[in-house]
């Protein structure tokens, strides 16, 4: 069994740009005191975090709002670099992120679906074979054909959820996104990230359940004040989280 994803002591620092300490002036006239004030002004998101996913675990990330746990799928999903550290990830990523992330909002369903499978990695024949398995598993025959600016948030996470069905990933991460869905729907997501998971395809997701937590996953990744509070099994790990 080979290790899927390692972090290894990572640092995220997110820059606070807001607060430009000198103005416009100061970048001008003494860039380099603007320049480490503006190094100074960091937010750190992650501190030392460092864990591993093995091949065909299921594993969640849990953690209040603004823990960092978007950010750790994003560093896994390569869309952003760690500040120091290492983020290793032996694999293919299917990755579903934030809501909207990869979606273009005036093209229709369908086109979007053409794109973003041509941007995890299909080819043209491929995506042509499948979409109509997409349309039909995201249950928006209907609207297929409109804009998406036109769609709710539950319907965005259908449609970006069943692109990755049609795909041949060795890693899927999914962020908190299937909680927009109706109970129907997500019950459907599951039951394709069981059928993943009996395929071996390991899973990193962020999910506020814990009866989906503890109904799915192998693993539990707890990330409390930016830093990994405790890494256990569910049955561990849960009910200490609900207590906190
Ligand atoms: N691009 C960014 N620039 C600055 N701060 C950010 C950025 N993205 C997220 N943050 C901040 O980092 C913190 C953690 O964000 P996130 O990883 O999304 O947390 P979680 O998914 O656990 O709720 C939040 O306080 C958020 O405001
Ligand atoms: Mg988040």
């Known amino acids: 069994m080979s290790t899927k994803i390692e972090f290894i002591s990572v640092v995220k620092d997110y820059l606070l740009y807001s ?17 480490r004030a503006l190094k100074a002004n960091t937010f750190r998101v992650l501190n ?19 823990a ?15 500040t120091s550290g290492e983020v290793k990830v032996n694999g ?15 093209l229709t369903g369908r086109e979007n679906i053409i794109l973003n499978a041509c941007l995890l990695g299909l080819k043209k024949r491929v995506i042509e074979e499948r979409i109509d398995k997409i349309i039909e598993y ?27 069905t049609q795909l041949e ?10 909680a927009v869905g109706d109970r129907n729907f997500q019950e459907k997501c599951y039951k394709t990230i069981r059928e993943f998971k009996e395929k071996g395809v390991t899973i990193l997701l962020v999910s506020h359940n814990m009866s989906d937590v503890l109904a799915l ?17 569910p049955e561990q790990i849960v009910p200490l989280y609900l207590e906190s």
């Not at 300490?21 to 603007?34: A, D, N, Q, T, V």
């Not at 960092?68 to 760690?82: E, H, I, N, W």
């Not at 996953?217 to 099994?233: A, F, L, M, R, S």
């Open 92 to 106: 293919r990523i299917a990755p579903m992120l934030e809501l909207g992330g990869g979606f273009h909002f005036e």
């Open 169 to 178: 990933p060795d890693i899927i991460i999914v962020d908190e996104v299937l």
């Open 19 to 35: 607060k430009l300490p000198y103005g416009i002036k100061g970048i001008i006239f003494s860039p380099l005191k603007s320049f």
């Open 138 to 164: 995201s249950e928006l025959q209907e609207f297929i054909d409109q804009p998406i600016r036109t769609y709710s948030s539950g319907m965005l996470a259908r449609l970006g959820f069943s692109i990755i």
């Open 48 to 66: 030392n975090v460092s864990f591993s996913i093995e091949e065909g675990e299921v594993v969640a990330i849990i953690g209040k709002n603004g």
């Open 217 to 233: 996953c192998d693993k539990v990744i707890w990330i409390e004040n930016h830093i990994v509070k405790q890494i256990g099994t």
């Open 68 to 82: 960092g746990k978007s950010t750790s799928l994003a560093l896994t999903a390569g869309v952003m670099k760690p």
